[in-house]
């Protein structure tokens, strides 16, 4: 069956970086654009961060340009998130979303969800 497991969150402090590693099984992952997504206390799941299915083209959120960067591993299924320089604001929930629209077929999967605190 198809599963998205993220790992990596934890607690930090401003400034620091932590890394979120994203395993993906059960569909084609090389075809499926990845993203990861995050949702704080009391607001709406917002979009970090995208990589296109081959890894050509990427975006993120305006709130996380130049500190964060998404990357993937065909090979191994992988997906990540590098976050650097870590600002209380990114406190939140890290989704990892896996997502195809194949002629008129949608696939959309998530995975369960990493903490990420950061305080001091």
């Known amino acids: 069956q198809v599963q998205l497991v993220e790992s990596g969150g934890g607690l930090v402090q401003p400034g620091r970086s932590l890394r979120l590693s994203c395993a993906a099984s059960?569909?084609?992952?090389?075809?499926?654009?990845m993203s990861w997504y995050r949702q704080a206390p009391g607001k709406e799941r917002e979009l970090v961060a995208r990589?296109?299915?081959?890894?050509?083209?990427?975006n993120y959120a305006d709130s996380v340009k130049g500190r964060f960067t998404i990357s993937r591993d065909n090979a191994v299924n992988m997906v990540y998130l590098q976050m650097n320089n870590l600002e209380p604001g990114d406190t939140a929930v890290y989704y990892c979303?896996?997502?195809?629209?194949?002629?008129?077929?949608?696939?959309?999967?998530w995975g369960q969800g990493t903490q990420v605190t950061v305080s001091s």
């Open positions: 979303n896996a997502h195809r629209t194949l002629f008129t077929l949608t696939s959309d999967y």
């Open positions: 059960g569909f084609t992952f090389s075809t499926y654009t």
């Open positions: 990589i296109t299915s081959a890894g050509g083209s990427t």
